[in-house]
């Protein structure tokens, strides 16, 4: 007999191994302390629910007591994250829904205004969208005893909140997910509460929280014991996440610095999330994190703290983040900060890594890409570098090649060196809006002065100068800058252009009156072979050497090599124009 006895309990141990491990998806992660001696705490319980005509149910409705507490889930810096009420079965065991307990690095149950215990391990499986969580191992809650789902039983459902009595539930087609099977529900059943067979706990709703009834799958509650800590759970679920940077960016308050804070949210996007978009907390969804860091950024480059805006990003954040707007505002710091070519290469380089662009930030990105080459193109040919800005012309026009904002500046380059057959053939191959009308008739009408100019020296100076500043070629060897000047008869050159020239200055050199402001004064003649200006050479020209008094560097051009020329002076506009004669 004490054999068949011992071989039968060896039986029901195997079968009940046997269906706890095919349960496990997680194994244990660490192992749990030995639970000290329980101790009962008092609790807030439901009150009887009024008498129905159903006498099963009127049997359920009065002896049934179920304690109910408040779930409180606290981030890593204590801030509380999330709150619910819940039942409490089988002496400890709250059922919560994942998406619930995310991010929670705490989890309290609240029993009463004075009592609180800590959640601090469960049975949580990768398939379910609940879980099942254990208070402390020194507390036990009276309530009814958890049960495994019976098809075969009579199923009630009892609100948290309501007074009422336990009403009939159907369940059908649940659908095995691991410690839980899921099944739809009607949409009478869309409040916090408890699915009931035989006086005993099998099933949970959680209202707008997550939809559909949650029945248990696993094994009766006295036979229950936790496999995976709480710690160990936000281990798994959230820690080393974007989320979790996300979380501790958001607990940064104002003793940070804005930059500071900055930082610590775009670190965030260096870090792989950990939950899908649907699990994520609405606080640490990309869209709100994003406007977060508009907002400081906002702030930071109203400091004047662009370099530092420019010195937190990369392309790799940029293209995590995802936002187009965020990418132009950083982009923008960084031209500021290290130049239009930085800025427009940062951008690049992440739109070429985004996933495909919708076509409303497609537009977007086109206008903001057409501004930055446009002022960088705009900066170097105001600073005089037509090589740079031709540069900067045919990387615009390769990346933009409809933009005609880039292509008139092209052809106003090819104006600016005098070449006027390449900017009307420019200038011909595109059509152009209305808009631009007046834009493009101006730049027809200097092509057309450029024609008119042909054959001729142009020389351009400051509008309304009285002075006409113009660079020369002295015996193809040296450049000499001169000034224009009517009123004296000679070419003046510096003595120390005359000695790089190799031009003997002595006694033998014929000598010339010359009257300056400083008085009378005697300068030595000399012959340069050529004097070049504009590709047109003049050879055998008679100069002065003679140093003008605070401009030792400059020369004078005078009436012996003007008079070789017709001449048309525009001070409105600038321009001299020089005919060979």
């Known amino acids: 007999m004490c054999v068949l006895i011992f071989a039968g309990m060896m039986v029901y141990f195997y079968q009940w191994l046997s269906k706890y491990e095919s349960k496990k998806n997680i194994p244990p992660i660490s192992q749990l302390s030995v639970p000290a001696p329980r101790k009962k705490i008092p609790v807030a319980v439901k009150e009887k629910v009024s008498v129905k005509k159903d006498r099963e149910i009127r049997q359920v409705s009065e002896r049934i007591k179920i304690p109910v507490g408040l779930v409180i889930i606290k981030d890593i810096s204590g801030k509380v994250i999330n709150q619910l009420p819940v039942p409490v079965v089988g002496g400890g065991w709250v059922a919560l829904p994942k998406r619930f307990c995310l991010g929670g690095a705490e989890w309290i149950l609240k029993m009463g205004p004075d009592t609180e215990v800590g959640i601090v391990a469960g049975l949580y499986n990768d398939h379910d969208r609940v879980g099942l969580w254990h208070v402390q191992d020194y507390v036990t809650i009276e309530g009814p005893e958890l049960y495994p789902w019976s098809a075969e039983q009579p199923t009630t459902w009892l609100s948290i909140r309501s007074a009422g009595s336990p009403e009939p539930l159907e369940i059908s087609n649940p659908r095995e997910q691991?410690?839980?099977?899921?099944?739809?529900?009607?949409?009478?059943?869309?409040?916090?509460?408890?699915?009931?067979?035989?006086?005993?706990?099998?099933?949970?709703?959680?209202?707008?929280?997550?939809?559909?009834?949650?029945?248990?799958?696993?094994?009766?509650?006295?036979?229950?014991?936790?496999?995976?800590?709480?710690?160990?759970?936000?281990?798994?679920?959230?820690?080393?996440?974007?989320?979790?940077?996300?979380?501790?960016?958001?607990?940064?308050?104002?003793?940070?610095?804005?930059?500071?804070?900055?930082?610590?949210?775009?670190?965030?996007?260096?870090?792989?999330?950990?939950?899908s978009a649907k699990?994520?907390?609405?606080?640490?969804?990309?869209?709100?994190?994003?406007?977060?860091?508009?907002?400081?950024?906002?702030?930071?480059?109203?400091?004047?703290?662009?370099?530092?805006?420019?010195?937190?990003?990369?392309?790799?954040?940029?293209?995590?983040?995802?936002?187009?707007?965020?990418?132009?505002?950083?982009?923008?710091?960084?031209?500021?900060?290290?130049?239009?070519?930085?800025?427009?290469?940062?951008?690049e380089n992440a739109v070429e890594q985004l996933a495909p662009i919708k076509e409303q930030d497609s537009i977007l990105l086109a206008k903001f890409f057409s501004e930055l080459y446009?002022?960088?193109?705009?900066?170097?040919?105001?600073?005089?570098?037509?090589?740079?800005?031709?540069?900067?012309?045919?990387?615009?026009?390769?990346?933009?090649?409809?933009?005609?904002?880039?292509?008139?500046?092209?052809?106003?380059?090819?104006?600016?060196?005098?070449?006027?057959?390449?900017?009307?053939?420019?200038?011909?191959?595109?059509?152009?809006?209305?808009?631009?009308?007046?834009?493009?008739?101006?730049?027809?009408?200097?092509?057309?002065?450029?024609?008119?100019?042909?054959?001729?020296?142009?020389?351009?100076?400051?509008?309304?100068?009285?002075?006409?500043?113009?660079?020369?070629?002295?015996?193809?060897?040296?450049?000499?800058?001169?000034?224009?000047?009517?009123?004296?008869?000679?070419?003046?050159?510096?003595?120390?252009?005359?000695?790089?020239?190799?031009?003997?200055?002595?006694?033998?050199n014929p000598m010339r009156?010359?009257?300056?402001?400083?008085?009378?004064?005697?300068?030595?003649?000399?012959?340069?072979?050529?004097?070049?200006i504009g590709g047109w050479e003049v050879n055998d020209v008679q100069a002065l050497v003679l140093d003008i008094p605070d401009q030792p560097d400059l020369g004078l051009l005078g009436l012996n090599y003007l008079q070789n020329f017709r001449m048309d002076v525009d001070t409105e506009r600038g321009t001299l124009l020089l005919e060979p004669r």
């Open 178 to 275: 691991g410690y839980f099977m899921e099944a739809g529900l009607a949409a009478d059943f869309d409040e916090i509460g408890v699915l009931i067979q035989n006086d005993r706990a099998v099933g949970w709703t959680f209202g707008d929280v997550v939809a559909g009834a949650f029945v248990w799958n696993g094994d009766e509650g006295s036979y229950l014991r936790p496999e995976i800590r709480v710690d160990d759970f936000y281990r798994i679920t959230f820690a080393n996440s974007r989320e979790e940077e996300f979380t501790k960016a958001l607990a940064m308050g104002e003793d940070y610095l804005e930059l500071e804070r900055l930082e610590a949210f775009a670190n965030g996007f260096r870090f792989e999330p950990k939950l």
């Open 279 to 347: 699990e994520t907390p609405v606080n640490l969804r990309k869209a709100n994190v994003i406007k977060s860091m508009q907002a400081l950024i906002a702030a930071a480059l109203k400091a004047g703290s662009a370099r530092e805006v420019a010195n937190l990003f990369d392309a790799q954040i940029l293209v995590e983040a995802g936002d187009i707007v965020l990418l132009m505002e950083v982009s923008r710091a960084t031209a500021q900060s290290y130049g239009f070519e930085d800025g427009i290469e940062l951008a």
């Open 374 to 508: 446009q002022n960088w193109l705009a900066a170097l040919f105001n600073k005089g570098s037509l090589q740079g800005a031709w540069r900067a012309y045919r990387l615009g026009s390769r990346s933009l090649p409809d933009d005609l904002g880039i292509h008139l500046l092209g052809v106003q380059l090819a104006l600016a060196e005098n070449n006027w057959v390449e900017a009307e053939e420019m200038l011909a191959a595109k059509e152009y809006p209305a808009s631009l009308r007046d834009k493009v008739q101006n730049l027809q009408n200097q092509i057309s002065e450029l024609k008119a100019q042909e054959g001729k020296i142009v020389i351009n100076f400051t509008p309304g100068s009285r002075q006409i500043p113009v660079s020369a070629v002295l015996n193809r060897e040296t450049n000499q800058n001169f000034i224009v000047d009517t009123g004296a008869s000679m070419v003046t050159i510096p003595r120390s252009t005359a000695e790089y020239l190799g031009l003997a200055v002595d006694d033998r």
């Open 513 to 532: 009156r010359v009257v300056t402001a400083g008085g009378v004064r005697y300068a030595p003649e000399v012959t340069l072979y050529s004097i070049t």
